[in-house]
């Protein structure tokens, strides 16, 4: 079993940070990916930012330029730095792990951009 747990959401004005943490019950090296989804009220769930075994990494367009997402392998941590958030990325944040083949998510963050 894998458990994620993230911390670090809030409520911030527009063009504020965070910084957003998912720590996982496993070392990341069991992983081949992990990342961050988010999921606005009305919307499906979607990728925002994962970064791979091998350390590669991908991001949703909407993000890109403004969140960053990072490791740190000896806390077997995930961390997402967002930057100049926007009220368009107001959602509940979830940190997501790929072990074999199986999802596994963390119960979320809500992270809240005031206009």
């Known amino acids: 079993q894998v458990q994620l747990v993230e911390s670090g959401g809030g409520l911030v004005q527009a063009g504020g940070s965070l910084r957003l943490s998912c720590v996982a019950s496993?070392?990341?090296?069991?992983?081949?990916?992990m990342g961050w989804y988010r999921q606005a009220p009305g919307n499906q769930r979607e990728l925002v930012a994962l970064?791979?075994?091998?350390?590669?990494?991908n991001y949703a367009d909407s993000v890109k330029g403004r969140f960053t997402i990072s490791r740190d392998n000896a806390k077997n941590t995930v961390f997402l730095q967002v930057n100049s958030l926007k009220p368009e990325d107001t959602a509940v944040y979830y940190c997501?792990?790929?072990?074999?083949?199986?999802?596994?998510w963390g119960q979320g963050t809500q992270v809240t951009v005031s206009s």
């Open positions: 970064i791979r075994r091998g350390s590669s990494t």
């Open positions: 496993r070392s990341w090296l069991n992983f081949a990916s």
């Open positions: 997501h792990a790929d072990m074999l083949g199986r999802d596994y």
